[in-house]
């Protein structure tokens, strides 16, 4: 069976009634847990964007913090973990400054992790990739924001 497009779903959705659509929210809600955390954030934090960073920036110290550091694999793979689940997060937002910050944090704590990522060729590389990603993402922005997010990757790559 092959899934309608994006067009036709909206068309077909234009036909409903209100209780027809609360109706299919809760049943998509029910099938994947992201569809229910994509309906949290669309429903509870859309609106305050600022404290949605702070629950993500919070949830990512955790994941930090219970990583084992025992042997490199296991710290690549909660490192890869981490970064999946924060881009994630990101996708919900949709939001640039959204995606700079939460990356520019994520960078930030991988630096921090000790033992050294210098050490570790596959981290050090997924290092760089997200910043020279931010920097991609940084000319969409606003000046103001760019030069004060230019300023804090700045003192990633220099540190």
Not at 116 to 131: A, G, V, W
Not at 143 to 152: A, K, T, V
């Amino acid at each position: 069976m092959k899934p309608a497009t994006v067009a036709q779903l909206k068309k077909e959705l234009n036909h409903k009634t209100a209780a027809e659509l609360l109706s299919l929210c809760l049943r998509l809600a029910k099938f994947k847990k992201e569809n229910k955390e994509l309906l949290t954030y669309l429903l509870f934090d859309a609106d305050q964007e600022a404290f949605y960073i702070t629950q993500v920036k919070e949830h990512i110290d955790e994941a930090f913090g219970q990583m084992n550091t025992t042997r490199s694999y296991f710290m690549k793979k909660s490192v890869r973990k981490i970064l999946k689940e924060t881009k994630k997060y990101i996708r919900y937002s949709l939001k640039k400054e959204t995606e700079v910050e939460l990356l520019l944090y994520f960078c930030e704590k991988l630096k921090n992790t000790k033992p050294s990522i210098s050490k570790n060729r596959t981290l050090s590389n997924l290092y760089e990739r997200q910043l020279a990603l931010i920097e991609k993402k940084l000319s969409g922005l606003h000046e103001d924001l760019q030069y004060d997010y230019q300023e804090e990757l700045r003192l990633l790559r220099n540190s």
